[in-house]
């Protein structure tokens, strides 16, 4: 390492970096790394981490380009300090126990900035290429990234320690890095889940919960606010999109408030205070953050991309369906991801408003004859809800430009009835929607030309809602007759499957395990080839995930963080002074 830039010199730095990221500093942050990146490791990995953080929210292929070619640089430079082994080294390492007290500090952390550059460019390398070679190259990445945070384990377990702040910066980082992807892994459905085991992985929801709780608690580390995003990024929203809502609101409140007052103005964590009001189902505060966090910078417009989702939905959820509709067209404007996604959502958002002029009903055919001419590509994958969308828009044209509560609709498929669930006046309406379309394919059946894909729809949205009116015996009958009219269903396949599972949490809340366990067997043996297949296999690995922590006796989301007074937060390394930290525990293999 060039001895202007030594070690500490680089961590501190780092720390500088995210504190002006977390600020809204972005483009500081980055200038501030960039110059030193070819010559310290920590400069290396923070300006890749940015440029990488850019690169995911443009998908623009010149910024992931541009990200790659800094990452490889960092990955190179943080190799060229691990520790050197020679081949007859290695050989005799196989057998014997590795002495990491003769690895310098310089060594110990270029092994844990090697982890996470390669982890960084396996991502980029899945979003870069749809070539298969790629995504056998990023796996190739992950599963050498995953080895090196497991000797980075075993160098903070088994090395004596005479700085107990170098210990405090690399133990956060190896909380971090395998809290992470045992979180991350443990999400994955079963088939994916048996494949990464066989090549050395495996997932552990709560050792990974535990480990990030263990970094937020090393006070002043480097990674610490790292380990706090990641842990209310997934109880506030990867829960939500990819489990059964049920992450834990109340801790990520309190690991928000240190972040908050540290700061108050940053947006990223006012997005995740509006999150949090949102999945309580305080919508109107909720919208208020949103609109703060947008109002906190302009320099990245991409972060105002995550709010406009939100408020989109926040207003949808209200039944202010027009609302909703501008900030879908919002994002169709501005966002990169899926215009296809964002068209039709506004095309279905109109069809909820009252005032059906002639004019809006020309501007639906119109939005929904632009959908199929946006459909895009995202590594190498068409879209799982870009599909649907483009089937939807088929039935759309085939039923005379008519669909049944598309809107609605979208709302379940995005989960959001568990947060319209949270206020039975938020409830209400939507239940009288529901109850009102079911009347009118009832006694005018003639008028639709697929009247039981209608008709289950619009009664497997009624169960959800009566499920959280806490009427579980109706709720019930609404799941069993969507199943019983299996046969009967022509297009929208999913119907069956999903009411499965609904069927299936509804006996879970009830205590009655032996049926859930047979109605989840039933739902991914059973039903294949439908749409957004890969989405209920998500949450139906989800629901056996916490079944095997309820029969095991385990208490899920992990116990709440001492309070500021109590342990000082992991944000303090940024605000204040202090050079020694309360040290967590260090987990056993």
Known sequence: MDSSIDLQTGIEQAGIALNLFLNNHYQEAKDRMAPWADRSMYHALSYGTIMYIQAVMTFDMTDIEAAIEVIKKAVVLCNRHRKKTSMIGSLSKMGTKVNYNDYTEVEIHAELCYAECLLIRALLTFVQDENLISFVKGGLKIRECYKCYKDCHKILQQRNWSDEKDKMHFESGVRMGIGAFNLMISLLPGKILKLLEFVGFSGNKKLGLSELQKGTELSHSLRGPLCSIILVAYHTVVSYVLGLADGDIDLASQLLKPCLQNYPKGALFLFFAGRVEEVRGNLDDAIMKFEESIDSQQEWRQFHHLCFWELMWCHCFKGDWLMGMKYAEKLCKESRWSKAT???????????????????????????????????????????????????????????????????????????????????????????????????????PDSFQYYWDDYCLTLLMKGICLKYRKQPFQSEQCFKEVIAHEKDIKHDGYLVPYATVELALLYMSEGRIAEVSKLLEKAKKNYKGYQLESRLHFRIHAVRTQLNLVENGDVLPCTPPATPKDKASSMDFFTNDASTSQQAAVPSE
């Open 342 to 444: 964002y068209t039709y959502q506004k095309a279905c958002f109109l069809m909820m408003c009252t005032d059906q002029s002639e004019d809006t009903a020309n501007h639906i055919n119109y939005l929904m004859g632009e959908i199929p001419k946006l459909k895009q590509r995202i590594a190498g994958k068409s879209l799982p809800i870009e599909k649907f969308a483009l089937k939807k828009v088929t039935r759309y044209d085939e039923q005379n430009q008519r669909l049944t509560l598309p809107a609605l609709e979208l709302v379940y498929v995005w989960n959001g009835f568990s947060i319209i669930g949270q206020k039975q006046e938020l409830l209400a309406p939507m239940l009288t929607i529901l109850e009102s379309t079911i009347n009118d394919i009832l006694s005018k």
